[in-house]
């Protein structure tokens, strides 16, 4: 079984940083392909980022390129979510996933394409 778990979410102004990380366990030998999808109240779950497994391949939504910067640590599962010049637009739960299948660029921001899921960290944007 493998398990994702998210941290770092929080309060920030309008303008500032906030970076998530993502833990996976279970199989730590395994080569995940992680992302970062996220879901505002009333909204439909959207995706953020996605890493693969070399980090050769890490797709952006158009509304965070430029902003946000998704790396991961393999040595240590973890991957990681580094967000500036942050909007309230950006206010949402942000949640962690991974598979163990390889995808390309646009498979990568399909939610049902990864088996696992974390409980997910809020992230709000003040005005």
């Known amino acids: 079984q493998v398990q994702v778990v998210e941290s770092g979410g929080g309060l920030v102004q309008a303008g500032g940083s906030l970076r998530l990380s993502c833990a996976a366990s279970?199989?730590?030998?395994?080569?995940?392909?992680m992302a970062w999808f996220r879901q505002a109240p009333g909204k439909e779950r959207e995706f953020v980022a996605a890493i693969s497994w070399s980090s050769g391949t890490t797709p952006y939504a158009d509304s965070v390129k430029g902003r946000f910067t998704i790396s991961r640590d393999n040595a240590k599962n973890t991957m990681y979510l580094q967000m500036n010049s942050l909007k309230p637009e950006d206010t949402a739960v942000y949640v962690c996933a991974a598979d163990l299948r390889f995808w390309t660029a646009p498979n990568m921001a399909v939610p049902r394409n990864y088996a696992y899921w974390g409980q997910g960290t809020q992230v709000t944007v003040s005005s």
């Open positions: 279970g199989r730590t030998s395994s080569r995940y392909t």
